[in-house]
């Protein structure tokens, strides 16, 4: 089910494309939900691979195990390191980029498209007016969509419906 574009921005973004002078917004494009699904889950396994060996080399260590290998500390010490890295990225991946891809968005408006990324805490802001445009071009990972000022607008497939997409900024910007 599809909500109205008003219950998908939040102030901040009304306040980018009024900066930008960009009319009223007409839609919004967000990245694919498989892929904040598959973050989620690669985040948590991550975490639990973390947390599940240190707790087993507790026990092992509570029942003294580890003394009947010759390299029994040092085994323990990799595996807890391992293991903490693990944990620390699991965190990162939850903590840190899950909230940065689940607030990546695209919004088309009247006179052209703004682009929001926030990359650990700078926000990364791109608008892009449709008379800008030059071209656009299509590769194995996404458009790349060349501008006046010899910028590059990249948009990656990650986003939903990219096809529509495309055609609607081809549309609007007369580059077909």
């Known amino acids: 089910m599809s909500q109205s574009i008003e219950y998908q921005l939040v102030e901040e973004d009304y306040q980018l494309i009024e900066s930008n002078h960009l009319g009223n917004p007409l839609s919004v494009y967000r990245l694919k939900t498989i892929y904040a699904r598959f973050m989620c889950v690669l985040g948590l396994l991550l975490l639990s691979i973390g947390c599940i060996p240190p707790a087993i080399t507790i026990m092992i260590v ?5 003394k ?24 990162f991946i939850l903590r840190i980029e899950l909230p940065r891809i689940r607030n990546q968005h695209l919004i088309v408006c009247e006179q052209g498209i ?10 990364n802001v791109k608008a892009l007016r449709w008379q800008d445009i ?43």
């Open 134 to 176: 030059l071209d656009i071009r299509k590769f194995i990972d996404g458009y790349s969509i060349r501008c006046k000022d010899n910028g590059v607008f990249d948009l990656d497939n990650m986003y939903q419906n990219i096809g529509i997409l495309v055609e609607l900024i081809r549309q609007r910007s007369g580059r077909m």
């Open 68 to 91: 009947e290998q010759p390299d029994g500390i040092f085994y323990l010490v990799m595996l807890i390191s391992l293991s903490g890295f693990s944990f620390l990225v699991g965190l």
């Open 62 to 66: 509570l029942l003294g195990l580890y």
């Open 114 to 123: 703004i682009e929001f990324r926030k990359r650990g805490w700078s926000k």
